[in-house]
């Protein structure tokens, strides 16, 4: 398995020019979405409103440090 298998053609594009330790890091971002988008769907099922608030705040967050990281290692390889 190559380390960009399973991504679309324009994340290839975008990871490539990653460092290990910026990969390393948008892989464990990528862990703690999956975790929290299983903990949103399960505390909508139980009815809990306020975690699934705090959830989606917490997924936002991820997101945006996601995009974050890219975005600075785009600048920082221009």
């Known amino acids: ?3 960009y298998e399973g991504l ?3 994340e290839r594009t975008k990871y490539e020019g990653l460092t ?3 990969r390393a890091r ?3 971002i990528q862990d703690s979405l999956i975790e929290r ?3 949103h769907k399960e505390a ?4 809990q409103e306020v975690r699934a608030k705090e959830l989606e705040a917490e997924i936002n967050e991820l997101q945006h440090e996601k ?3 890219t975005r600075w290692a785009a600048v920082g390889s221009a």
Do not use: A, S
Not at 44 to 47: D, V
């Open 8 to 10: 679309t053609p324009e």
């Open 67 to 69: 995009e974050n990281v």
């Open 20 to 22: 290990p330790e910026e």
């Open 1 to 3: 398995m190559t380390k």
């Open 37 to 39: 988008f299983v903990e």
């Open 44 to 47: 909508i099922e139980e009815g």
């Open 26 to 28: 948008i892989t464990d």
